[in-house]
């Protein structure tokens, strides 16, 4: 089973800053299989990147997807107060799918 | 797409919940289908995957044995049998749609709550 690491577990940001967020693989990752998604309190998740690059249907973008093997990137460019949040990346192969434990974004 | 869940609440450990899920919006049959679970304050966790036409069926071993997935096509509704709860069993459970082959969730059900407390 491939674990996905996510770091940092929180960051602390202004509006307007950018966020860089990490997702390692314990095992090389075909970014076709690598999606990321936001969650805030009381909601489903939202998907937001998938095929490791590509912005979902309706997705901002502020928000892009990098990384290839063990190691993808989400990036924010300037936060806006809505993207305070939850983040998650998501890996899928060998018909397992597995989550990364999420990076907190919060408003310093 | 629709999705929505129903069928959690309170049960006590070793019992069972049956969960269902009602799609809408899309060719239902056609489309692969999956639980994915919240314990309080925790991250996201796969539980449960069916193919399209019922017979392919995935688990995460954590519920391997104890969870049956299952869909009536008919009906477009996917189930979630749940059999000898564990307290770690808690959680909100999400109906989700996963785009196939790339394995990504592109559609939600707002999820529904699952205690399992003496």
């Known amino acids: 089973e491939i674990v996905l690491t996510q770091s940092p577990g929180t960051l602390s940001l202004s509006p307007g800053e950018r966020a860089t967020l990490s997702c390692r693989a314990s095992q090389s990752v075909s970014s076709t299989f690598l999606a990321w998604y936001q969650q805030k309190p009381g909601q489903a998740p939202r998907l937001l990147i998938y095929?490791?690059?590509s912005r979902a249907t309706g997705i901002p973008d502020r928000f892009s997807g990098s990384g290839s093997g063990t190691d993808f990137t989400l990036t924010i460019s300037r936060l806006e107060p809505e993207d305070f949040a939850v983040y998650y990346c998501?890996?899928?192969?060998?018909?397992?799918?597995?989550f990364g434990q999420g990076t907190k974004v919060e408003i310093k | 797409v629709q999705l929505l869940e129903s069928g959690g609440g309170l049960v006590q450990p070793g019992g069972s919940l049956r969960l269902s899920c009602a799609a809408s919006?899309?060719?239902?049959?056609?489309?692969?289908m999956s639980w994915v679970r919240q314990a309080p304050g925790k991250g996201l966790e796969w539980v449960s995957s069916?193919?399209?036409?019922?017979?392919?069926?995935y688990y995460a071993d954590s519920v391997k044995g104890r969870f049956t997935i299952s869909r009536d096509n008919a009906k477009n509704t996917v189930y979630l049998q749940m059999n000898s709860l564990r307290a770690e069993d808690t959680a909100v459970y999400y109906c989700a749609k996963p785009h196939l082959p790339s394995g990504y969730f592109d559609d939600w059900g707002q999820g529904t709550l699952v205690t399992v407390s003496s």
């Open positions: 095929g490791a690059s």
């Open positions: 998501q890996q899928y192969g060998s018909l397992l799918w597995t």
């Open positions: 069916i193919s399209g036409s019922g017979g392919g069926t």
């Open positions: 919006g899309f060719s239902f049959g056609t489309f692969a």
